[in-house]
């Protein structure tokens, strides 16, 4: 697929350097999604690398996992249980355009949801970590297993073993 625009969200998500790349395989990336969304969760825009996520894995007890994810993308509380794991694993040979950058800190709770409190939230998560947007079409879709459940996620899962 070829270079895409990015919308304001999506820039706003990163802290001010953006750049693009072309990712090349062999490659694993993960993104996580709400339980709710099924299969569509597997198609959206936000990935990170396998490796920073096992990392965090590897760091963390599996009960922790899901907080570590929001600490470490600051992803707000409100944006899904993020309950479903999704791996991307580009073949060898295979590319796929992409922006990446840091993430930066969020609120916990979004903006929107925030206006539905009693009392506002000033507690954030740092971010940080790198994000990669993609485009997910038909070829890409190819390269996606899961949904696997992030309780039950294992280094073996991400890396395909």
């Known amino acids: 697929m070829g270079f895409f625009d990015l919308g304001v969200q999506e820039e706003g998500s990163f802290l001010p350097a953006i750049r693009h790349t072309v990712l090349e395989g062999p490659l694993t990336l993960v993104r996580f999604s709400d339980s709710s969304r099924h299969e569509l969760g597997a198609y959206g825009k936000y990935w990170m690398y396998g490796s920073e996520v096992l990392e965090a894995l590897a760091q963390r007890q599996i009960d922790r996992l899901i907080r570590d994810i929001r600490r470490r993308w600051a992803i707000a509380n409100d944006w899904g249980d993020l309950r479903n794991c999704w791996v991307l694993r580009l073949p060898e040979g295979g590319e796929i355009n992409a922006y990446w950058g840091f993430t930066k800190p969020q609120s916990r709770v979004s903006d929107e949801a925030a206006k539905s409190l009693a ?36 280094s073996s899962i991400i890396e395909g073993r």
Request: charged content about 10%; overall charge positive; glycine content about 14%.
């Open 119 to 154: 009392q506002p939230t000033t507690k954030f998560y740092a971010g940080g970590s790198i994000q990669l947007i993609l485009s997910i079409g038909p070829r890409e879709r190819g390269y996606i297993a899961g949904p696997f459940s992030t309780l039950c996620l294992t």
